[in-house]
Antibody
Framework: QVQVVQSGAEVKTPGASVKVSCKASGYTFTNYYMHWVRQAPGQGLAWMGI????????TYAQKFQGRVTMTRDTSTSTVYMELSSLTSEDTAVYYCARDGCSSTICQGGGNYFGYWGQGTLVTVSS | DIQMTQSPSSLSASVGDRVTITCRAS??????LAWFQQKPGKAPKSLIYAASSLQSGVPSKFSGSGSGTDFTLTISSLQPEDFATYYCQQYYSYPLTFGGGTKVEIK
């Protein structure tokens, strides 16, 4: 069965970077794009970007452009999201979510979500 | 960016009730609309894509409709496990954007 498992909670100081991992299993890793979405405490959801696990190309939301980097390791079926220059505003739960449509059918991805990771709490505090 | 507005922001309902949640896009998005459910402290669960297509394994008590700018999610007979927050999301264009959520509470 499809599983998307994220790394554990992180505590970071302002100005630091954080790297969250998302390990996929139960399907062909390179056939589905992966998204990153964050949810700040008591706030709404914000889409951060999408990565193509096949070629490694990524598209980022303008809000995070310049601070976020999404990468993948096909040997371990894992995608990573690194966010730099952290501030308290970045305290949130970060989710990876597998795209809902195989790239063999939906060129560029379907851009809706299928399976979600369990979330990773990132706390930024001095 | 496309703004997504959900209404109501919260509602109280009883087990067995039929519940309808609406979502409005700030511009036409065809049927590029998804719905998902989130329970406290849990990851979201995807319910519907393409405005009305059920994700695999989602019970048929959930249904979606709409096109263009106005969409609805209906739960035909509310059960205890359905009390949660529901979100809509457009995928017509980047950045993908979400509604503010509708919290469904027990009356």
């Amino acid at each position: 069965q499809v599983q998307v498992v994220q790394s554990g909670a992180e505590v970071k100081t302002p100005g630091a970077s954080v790297k969250v991992s998302c390990k996929a299993s139960g399907y062909t890793f390179t056939n589905y794009y992966m998204h990153w979405v964050r949810q700040a405490p008591g706030q709404g959801l914000a889409w951060m970007g999408i990565i193509n696990p096949s070629g490694g190309s990524a598209t980022y939301a303008q809000k995070f452009q310049g601070r976020v980097t999404m990468t993948r390791d096909t040997s371990t079926s894992t995608v990573y999201m690194e966010l730099s220059s952290l501030t308290s505003e970045d305290t949130a739960v970060y989710y990876c979510a597998r795209d809902g449509c195989s790239s063999t059918i939906c060129q560029g991805g379907g851009n809706y979500f299928g399976y979600w990771g369990q979330g990773t709490l990132v706390t930024v505090s001095s | 960016d496309i703004q997504m507005t959900q209404s109501p922001s919260s509602l109280s309902a009883s087990v067995g009730d039929r519940v309808t949640i609406t979502c409005r896009a700030s511009q036409g998005i065809s049927n590029y609309l998804a719905w998902f459910q989130q329970k406290p402290g849990k990851a979201p669960k995807s319910l519907i894509y393409a405005a009305s297509s059920l994700q695999s394994g989602v019970p048929s008590k959930f249904s979606g409709s709409g096109s263009g700018t106005d969409f609805t999610l209906t739960i035909s007979s509310l059960q205890p496990e359905d009390f949660a927050t529901y979100y809509c999301q457009q995928y017509y264009s980047y950045p993908l954007t979400f509604g503010g959520g509708t919290k469904v509470e027990i009356k």
